[in-house]
């Protein structure tokens, strides 16, 4: 028998749709931030429902702007949970303020609320949530902390699109909700990001910050209204977005709720493959919230199960599956550990839970049999290492 072809991790789902609007901004000339940029801002405040939508060219920068929209400064601290990517700490050391980071939920992997007002102190000014695979954080418990402190919510939904909290979408809950439409995720412009927020302030200082701290968008200055004048009102920095991005963005964005079901539909079948197995533990979204779906993060039980999660992953690899790991908890890399003195100690949660996760294949463009191979070959490789 052939040998099947192998499963990546992950494939964005590109059609034509996304081809011809790329070839047609090439064809158009207009390559970067132009009126496809714009058109994809007013779609995407009118898809998740909010006041105002900032692209940029990646989550990393909107949520830079958005600590810096809410005035974070040198020696202020921002909560961060333990086990997120990279970037949701690095933008608060831009600004040389301290990430304090805060374990998680065993359950959801997303930060533990009870564990958050032990770590406020005088200098807290902020909380980056982050809706770990796309299912959203206790946001009611995070603004009531928030508003009891007088701190700002700024929301990391790089997995977030589209999730709902209690009925409302991500992205109209917080202070301002940074989205990330980087190659992986869940809707994708190759790099890129948006910010929004309620906030008309926020959202016209991130927009003059997004391109040099220019008071008028450059594109304006390039139409028969415009002109060549400009302004500097303050030190800014390149994150525009580009009209090939946008372009990407606006195919996407008509598909956005088409992939969603897809993924639920994945994830559906596998909670069925996986129930009442001992030996791994499925992920579970509350009642009360609806998950993107962006990762499907079983856990290893290692009380049913004799194998380490380097060698599942390594067993699923030789069955052709690609499988990741999100994330490495912050605590753990030399650059947090040795500048904020963090030890794992401080976070038996995300130790735990480190230890066991690995992401499954979801996403659009999985067929049936490539759906059911992965779950086949989960149950298959677990029970022969059976305790
Ligand atoms: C991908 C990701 C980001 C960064 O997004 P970019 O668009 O690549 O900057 C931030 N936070 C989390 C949790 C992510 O997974």
Same mark, same amino acid.
């Given at each position: 028998m052939e040998t099947p072809a192998a499963i990546p991790f992950h494939r964005p789902y590109i059609t034509e749709d996304e081809i011809s609007e790329v070839l047609d901004s090439l064809y158009?000339?207009?390559?970067?931030?132009?009126?496809?940029?714009?058109?994809?801002?007013? !779609?995407?405040?009118?898809? %998740?429902?909010?006041?105002? *939508?900032?692209?940029?060219?990646?989550?990393?920068?909107? =949520?830079?702007? $958005?600590?810096?929209?809410?005035?974070?400064?040198?020696?202020?601290?921002?909560?961060?949970?333990?086990?997120?990517?990279?970037?949701?700490?690095?933008?608060?050391?831009?600004?040389?303020?301290?990430?304090?980071?805060?374990d998680v939920d065993e359950g959801t992997h997303?930060?533990?609320?009870?564990?958050?007002?032990?770590?406020?102190?005088? !200098?807290?000014?902020?909380? %980056?949530?982050?809706?770990? *695979?796309?299912?959203?954080?206790?946001?009611?418990?995070? =603004?009531?902390? $928030?508003?009891?402190?007088?701190l700002f919510v700024i929301e990391d939904a790089a997995h977030a699109v589209p999730a709902w909290y209690k009925e409302r979408k991500i992205g109209t809950i917080g202070d301002i909700t940074c989205f990330s439409f980087y190659a992986t995720k869940s809707l994708t412009t190759g790099e890129g990001g948006m910010a929004t927020t309620e906030n008309d302030e926020w959202a016209e200082r991130m927009s003059i910050l997004r391109l040099h701290g220019i008071s008028k968008d450059a594109w304006k200055r390039y139409t028969n209204e415009g002109s060549w004048y400009y302004e500097v009102a303050e030190s800014g920095y390149k994150y525009n977005m580009t009209d090939i991005q946008a372009g990407l963005g606006l195919a996407q964005l008509k598909k956005v709720d088409w992939m969603w079901h897809q993924r639920e539909e994945i994830a559906r079948?596998?909670?069925?493959?996986?129930?009442?197995?001992?030996?791994?533990?499925?992920?579970?979204?509350?009642?009360?919230?609806?998950?993107?779906?962006?990762?499907?993060?079983?856990?290893?039980?290692?009380?049913?199960?004799?194998?380490?999660?380097?060698?599942?992953?390594?067993?699923?690899?030789?069955?052709?599956?690609?499988?990741?790991?999100?994330f490495i908890p912050l605590y753990r890399h030399p650059y947090y550990r040795d500048t904020f003195r963090y030890t794992p100690q401080g976070f038996p949660v995300s130790e735990r839970v480190y230890e066991r996760i690995v992401s499954l294949p979801i996403y659009p463009g999985m067929t049936e049999g490539d759906i059911e191979r992965v779950a086949e070959s989960v149950r298959d490789v677990v029970r022969r290492h059976r305790r």
């Open positions: 158009a000339g207009w390559l970067t931030m132009g009126p496809k940029t714009i058109a994809f801002e007013a !779609k995407y405040r009118e898809y %998740i429902g909010s006041r105002n *939508a900032v692209s940029m060219n990646s989550c990393t920068a909107c =949520l830079h702007l $958005a600590l810096k929209a809410v005035n974070i400064k040198k020696g202020d601290e921002v909560i961060v949970p333990a086990i997120t990517f990279a970037a949701t700490a690095e933008v608060v050391t831009y600004f040389h303020a301290t990430p304090v980071f805060v997303t930060i533990d609320v009870s564990k958050i007002e032990e770590k406020i102190t005088k !200098k807290t000014k902020a909380i %980056i949530p982050v809706h770990y *695979a796309g299912q959203p954080c206790d946001m009611d418990e995070i =603004l009531d902390i $928030a508003k009891k402190h007088g079948k596998y909670a069925e493959a996986f129930q009442s197995m001992d030996e791994i533990t499925p992920p579970r979204v509350k009642s009360d919230r609806k998950s993107a779906w962006h990762l499907y993060v079983i856990k290893l039980n290692p009380a049913a199960v004799n194998l380490d999660r380097k060698q599942f992953m390594e067993e699923l690899k030789e069955r052709g599956i690609g499988t990741s790991v999100h």
